[in-house]
């Protein structure tokens, strides 16, 4: 970078000046110096023309999308205190926690004084579904899903449930993965909007999810990522997300994602 | 009749969506995250309504909220997933197709901001975009009034001469 991070201190003044955020007295000692010295009137019009136009912005307020931020105000409602707070199974994992890491540290010493309150308060909740999905399959073993029995009358009525609540057709045929047992769906909430996570038991890959949410979001083409160890592939239609996650290695999960979104 | 405090809150989010839309557009440099973020927003305001003075400013109540939701947990997310901050090539957003049409100068302006570092584009953001004093600017970002001055100026020697800013360029798609 050539110009350093650091400004002139007479950069950072003149700068007040211009704001008008000097006081009085600095106002009046600068506008004398400025009077009596070319070099420094100078500087000040060139930092003049360093305030960006606001108007400039103005576009960006045009381009916003009013009705689905409209829609998300609609639907915003905070979580319920404490008492309720359980009744998200996301939350909580999440509380639990933080409660198991504090005990921990408390365990072997560590807190040696009260948490400050930051600490104690369970963390807001993730920042997309996505994120909460990885969080969550976080949690899981093989041992997890290897437990629950095969029961493919019970597996068709869960797909079943979940697809009636997300207005599509989920059968253990359309969300079948080559070399995965499907081992059960749950529909879970994700900010009032219905989540459904599908869960597999891949031998080489361990816990699988096919993830589905009727989140209204445009549609947008499959893409990858990277979250909290996993790799993920998802993709948007007709205001429905979808997302595959596991340690897969990419080029399968996007042969897996292709054929989910071929079928789904 | 007395409006609850969460109902007088979410009545007055919604005349500020937008505006914190753009906020989390120029923080995050991607449509998505600004969606998020607000609705994050929305929630947390939604919850600590109580905590919001009448008679003080709801917008800058709702900006600070948005901007610590941003520090706490999406930038969080994205150093967790490997991906740093959004470099110069990602925060280009206004794309120069669309800019020819509408105002060539107004897009390089949004581009020069967009290319400033984050801490100095928030600052510039509030204090020159949404109006913010110095004090309102550092108790919504958190700083010393000092930094905000400093940021400020950083910016303007940057933007009154974008040749010294090598993140500048103008991209079509």
Redesign the interface.
Same mark, same amino acid.
Do not use: I
């Given at each position: 970078?050539?110009?350093?991070?650091?400004?002139?201190p007479i950069?950072?003044e003149?700068?007040?000046y211009? /704001?008008g955020?000097l006081d009085a007295d600095a106002r009046h000692a600068l506008e004398a110096r400025l009077a009596a010295d070319a070099s420094l009137r100078a500087r000040r019009d060139?930092?003049?023309?360093?305030?960006? /136009?606001? %108007? %400039?912005?103005d576009?960006? @307020?045009d381009d916003?999308?009013?009705d689905?931020?409209?829609a998300?105000?609609a639907a915003? &409602?905070?979580?319920p205190q404490p008492a309720r707070r359980t009744a998200n199974p996301l939350l909580a994992i999440a509380a639990a926690l933080v409660l198991i890491v504090a005990g921990v540290a408390a365990g072997f010493g560590i807190a040696r004084f009260a948490l400050p309150p930051e600490v104690q308060v369970v963390?807001?909740?993730?920042?997309?579904w996505r &994120?909460a999905v990885a969080e969550y399959l976080a949690l899981y073993t093989d041992e997890t899903l290897a437990i629950i029995p095969d029961d493919p009358d019970l597996r068709r009525t869960e797909l079943a449930a979940a697809g009636e609540r997300l207005a599509i057709a989920l059968t253990p045929d359309s969300v079948a993965l080559p070399g995965m047992t499907l081992k059960r769906t749950e529909l879970l909430d994700f900010?009032g909007l219905p989540l459904a996570q599908i869960a597999y038991l891949s031998p080489e890959a361990g816990p699988v999810a096919f993830c589905i949410i009727a989140n209204g +979001?445009p549609d947008a083409p499959l893409a990858f &990522?990277?979250? /909290?160890g996993f790799n993920v592939g998802f993709w948007t239609v007709g205001g429905i997300g979808y997302m595959v996650i596991g340690k897969i290695p990419q080029p399968r999960l996007e042969m897996l994602a292709t054929s989910l979104e071929s079928r789904v | 009749m007395s409006k609850s405090p969460?109902d007088a809150v +979410?009545q007055g989010?919604?005349d500020h #969506?937008?505006?914190?839309?753009?906020y989390g557009?120029?923080l995050s440099g991607s449509?998505?995250?600004a969606?998020?973020l607000?609705? %994050?927003t929305? #929630?947390?305001a @939604?919850?600590r309504?109580h905590q919001f003075t009448p008679g003080t400013r709801l917008d800058r109540w709702l900006m600070t909220i948005l901007h610590r *939701?941003w520090l =706490? &947990?999406?930038r969080a997310?994205r150093y967790?997933?490997?991906e740093g901050l959004v470099d110069a090539e990602s925060v280009l957003v206004f794309d120069g197709a669309r800019a020819i049409e509408?105002?060539i100068?107004?897009?390089q302006? @949004?581009n020069?901001?967009q290319a400033l570092?984050e801490a100095q584009r928030e600052t510039?953001?509030l204090?020159?975009?949404e109006?913010f *004093?110095?004090r309102e600017a550092a108790e919504t970002l958190d700083v010393p009034i000092?930094t905000v001055?400093?940021r400020? %100026?950083?910016?303007?020697? +940057?933007?009154?001469?974008p040749e010294? =800013?090598?993140q500048v360029r103008r991209v079509t798609s």
């Open positions: 970078m050539s110009t350093p991070e650091t400004p002139l950069d950072v003149l700068t007040g211009l /704001d955020e060139r930092l003049a023309a360093g305030r960006p /136009d606001a %108007a %400039a912005f576009r960006l @307020l916003a999308p009013h689905r931020l409209a998300l105000l915003a &409602e905070p979580r963390h807001g909740p993730p920042a997309s &994120e900010r +979001k &990522e990277e979250r /909290d | 969460h +979410k989010l919604g #969506l937008a505006r914190l839309w753009r557009l120029v449509r998505d995250m969606e998020d607000v609705q %994050a929305c #929630l947390r @939604l919850e309504a *939701t =706490n &947990e999406l997310a967790r997933r490997g509408a105002n100068s107004a897009a302006v @949004l020069q901001v570092p510039v953001f204090v020159y975009v109006g *004093t110095y000092g001055m400093s400020l %100026a950083a910016a303007r020697a +940057k933007l009154s001469n010294s =800013n090598p």
